[in-house]
């Protein structure tokens, strides 16, 4: 019995940022991943599962929540050590995702250092092994995908900033849009091939326009003028270090190129900021706060009300005229009969 194939991204409604971001990262994946943040039941899978269809190898690799180290980068072959008496070099799943995805669901719940590992790996495209004073180093050029469920904890700072590209998604479509998504969804699973041959010329469409924007990545330029203006965004974003400007600059180019342009240009730099800052923005930049306003006029026949006690409180009482002695107010009990 043949598996069942992905459901086609483009036939995925109500979550088109998502898809810019994910498409982005398939022309050009140095960008460094995204991370999809959302509830549970918001079809981030079946979006991850689509991209594969956009690339060439179309190798989609799911990282078990529960996987060692071993299994994901690799490690030395035993039975050939023993039976043969030579060293041979197991590929892990870093290398079975190499011009592919490599989908990391949950991957808030995942070890640290394991995360990190991941990343250094999709950041550079290459996964180096050091065991047992064997060393080797292979390519692990993929598209880096990782989902998190915002309920189930959050990642650390460090690593939220290593992800190049996040997107958060609403658990609340409009209705329209939540009955044409079940409506897509079960057409699907009643009868993937018609599906399939439903949206074949719109996902053709799609990957062709990503094959020819990964042809021409490399001949547009990463020009001074976005650069400055990427700068000067960040600084006004109070973005610690330097990951966003460079992420933001690729990002720019890959949707330069996705749009067939030859140059990079403001849409551009403008279409990839929610993606970039999206984790990487302090609060305090994202708004000031409004400036106090001015207590409202108070009428010429109000008496001055005791601003220690504060001004308008429930139950206060009016001022009452005291008797003056001289200079000093006398109580009651004091006066003259």
């Not at 690593?159 to 958060?168: A, I, N, S, W």
Request: hydrophobic share 45%.
């Amino acid at each position: 019995m043949s598996p069942t194939p992905p459901f086609p991204l483009a036939a995925v409604v109500a979550a088109d940022a998502l898809k810019q971001a994910l498409c982005l990262a398939a022309i050009d994946p140095s960008i460094g991943g995204v991370l999809i943040e959302g509830p549970r039941g918001m079809a981030k899978s079946t979006l991850a599962r689509g991209v594969a269809d956009l690339l060439e190898s179309g190798a989609f690799v799911d990282l078990p929540l529960g996987a060692s180290e071993e299994r994901i980068v690799g490690t030395l072959d035993l039975d050939a050590a023993l039976g043969e008496g030579r060293v041979r070099f197991s590929p892990g799943l870093l290398a079975k995702a190499h011009g592919g995805v490599l989908y990391v669901d949950e991957v808030n719940l995942l070890p640290d250092h394991l995360v990190d590992l991941l990343l250094d790996v999709a950041a550079s495209g290459t996964n180096q092994v050091e065991r047992d004073g064997v060393s080797h180093r292979h390519p692990a050029r993929f598209v880096l995908i990782g989902t998190m469920n915002p309920e189930e904890g959050d990642l650390r700072p460090q690593l939220l900033d290593r992800f190049g590209f996040k997107v958060t998604l609403s658990g609340s479509p409009e209705p329209a849009a939540r009955a044409e998504i079940v409506r897509r969804r079960l057409a699907f699973d009643a009868d993937p091939q018609a599906f399939l041959a439903r949206w074949h010329a719109e996902q053709d469409a799609l990957v062709q326009r990503c094959l020819a924007a990964r042809r021409k990545l490399a001949s547009i330029p990463l020009d001074d003028a976005s650069l400055s203006s990427i700068a000067q965004r960040c600084f006004d974003a109070e973005v610690d270090g330097l990951r966003a400007d460079l992420v933001w600059l690729r990002g720019a180019r890959a949707h330069a190129a996705w749009r067939g342009a030859r140059a990079i240009a403001p849409e551009d730099l403008d279409a990839v900021e929610p993606f970039v800052l999206a984790h990487r923005r302090r609060a305090s930049a994202e708004a000031s706060p409004p400036a106090p306003s001015a207590p409202p006029p108070r009428p010429a026949d109000t008496p001055p009300q005791d601003t220690a006690a504060g001004e308008g409180q429930w139950g206060e009482l009016p001022a009452q005229p005291v008797p003056m002695a001289g200079n000093r107010a006398l109580p009651t009990w004091l006066k003259k009969t």
